[in-house]
């Protein structure tokens, strides 16, 4: 058995029946943190004594997780080379000098899809817990709802429209991942042609490309972004950061799903619908038809 000082300078996580103190490090996208939020919840809850520290990076990535109540602290930016062993030691290594119990959530490894888990349960593995509800999770403050109806009245969206949310980008793995702009032209003009829906299209603020026939949001605040998306009738997206998002909610969900397997990276809501082809297919393979189809079954 290998001692517990041992463990914690080698970098190996170990158990502590009672820990004071936690610390979860994350350096992911928007998608993989709401994905960890459901583990720090099963933490919180068998550990209620126990503080949590939660390390993620700046900007939008700690916007998406700042408002979880079940996080005492924060450290932000939070950073280490997740793909050499050694950097990994070594941030375990500083971290148990502070904390009784240390999860490094990410994955350390471009083959982490190969098991077919999904990153929900990864992250409750590596934390040693079981979710009530697999399910991501993202928290909505009073300010979200408030600039959302703010903005959708200044975009000449009133309560009684049908709103479709649409998110067509990707902020990695553009090559891999994306839908061909073209494609996303034509199923907006059919979409347009047989129903009545206001379509919102959430982009960064520095995509060039214009989605005709819809209402361009580039670089809209994540929060209000997201409370926009629970008051939508319909969400449409890719393997994206807003499309596990739009999973937190109970909001109808077309997801494009391009590269990595739907088991291990698809939105987990039972009102999600998945168009998706074999693993890394190219995203042409996708056709306009298909995924039409697919909005007129879920509609």
Same mark, same amino acid.
């Given at each position: 058995?290998?001692?517990?000082?041992?463990?914690?300078?080698?970098?190996?996580?170990?158990?502590?029946?009672?820990?004071?103190?936690?610390?979860?490090?994350?350096?992911?996208?928007?998608?993989?943190?709401?994905?960890?939020?459901?583990?720090?919840?099963?933490?919180?809850?068998?550990?209620?004594?126990?503080?949590?520290?939660?390390?993620?990076?700046?900007?939008?990535?700690?916007?998406?997780?700042?408002?979880?109540?079940?996080?005492?602290?924060?450290?932000?930016?939070?950073?280490?080379?997740?793909?050499?062993?050694?950097?990994?030691?070594?941030?375990?290594?500083?971290?148990?000098?502070?904390?009784?119990?240390?999860?490094?959530?990410?994955?350390?490894?471009?083959?982490?899809?190969?098991?077919?888990?999904?990153?929900?349960?990864?992250?409750?593995?590596?934390?040693?817990?079981?979710?009530?509800?697999?399910?991501?999770?993202?928290?909505?403050?009073?300010?979200?709802?408030?600039?959302?109806?703010?903005?959708?009245?200044?975009?000449?969206? %009133?309560?009684?429209?049908?709103?479709?949310?649409?998110?067509?980008?990707?902020?990695?793995?553009?090559?891999?991942?994306?839908?061909?702009?073209?494609?996303?032209? %034509?199923?907006?003009?059919?979409?347009?042609?047989?129903?009545?829906?206001?379509?919102?299209?959430?982009?960064?603020?520095?995509?060039?490309?214009?989605?005709?026939?819809?209402?361009?949001?580039?670089?809209?605040?994540?929060?209000?972004?997201?409370?926009?998306?629970?008051?939508?009738?319909?969400?449409?997206?890719?393997?994206?950061?807003?499309?596990?998002?739009?999973?937190?909610?109970?909001?109808?969900?077309?997801?494009?799903?391009?590269?990595?397997?739907?088991?291990?990276?698809?939105?987990?809501?039972?009102?999600?619908?998945?168009?998706?082809?074999?693993?890394?297919?190219?995203?042409?393979?996708? %056709?306009?038809?298909?995924?039409?189809?697919?909005?007129?079954?879920?509609?």
């Amino acid at each position: 058995m290998i001692p517990v000082a041992l463990k914690r300078w080698l970098g190996i996580p170990h158990l502590c029946d009672n820990p004071r103190s936690i610390f979860i490090g994350l350096i992911g996208g928007v998608g993989d943190l709401v994905s960890a939020a459901p583990s720090i919840v099963a933490l919180k809850k068998k550990y209620p004594s126990a503080k949590i520290s939660f390390g993620v990076g700046g900007g939008i990535f700690f916007n998406t997780i700042k408002n979880d109540p079940n996080i005492d602290h924060f450290e932000t930016p939070f950073f280490y080379d997740t793909w050499k062993k050694r950097a990994r030691r070594k941030t375990y290594r500083k971290k148990y000098k502070e904390h009784d119990l240390v999860f490094l959530l990410d994955n350390g490894t471009l083959d982490w899809w190969k098991p077919r888990k999904h990153l929900i349960d990864i992250y409750a593995e590596k934390c040693g817990v079981v979710l009530e509800q697999r399910r991501p999770l993202f928290y909505l403050i009073k300010s979200d709802f408030h600039e959302a109806e703010n903005k959708l009245l200044e975009l000449g969206i %009133s309560e009684n429209d049908k709103l479709l949310v649409l998110s067509p980008e990707t902020r990695s793995k553009k090559k891999m991942k994306e839908w061909p702009y073209e494609s996303f032209l %034509s199923l907006i003009q059919k979409i347009r042609h047989n129903h009545d829906f206001k379509i919102v299209t959430m982009v960064s603020k520095d995509n060039l490309n214009d989605y005709n026939g819809t209402i361009p949001l580039k670089g809209y605040p994540l929060g209000p972004s997201a409370a926009m998306i629970r008051r939508s009738n319909f969400y449409l997206g890719l393997d994206n950061g807003l499309t596990h998002i739009a999973s937190c909610f109970d909001v109808k969900i077309l997801s494009i799903h391009i590269g990595y397997p739907v088991e291990c990276a698809g939105p987990l809501s039972p009102f999600a619908k998945v168009v998706a082809h074999k693993p890394f297919e190219p995203p042409e393979s996708i %056709s306009v038809d298909e995924v039409y189809k697919a909005f007129q079954e879920l509609i």
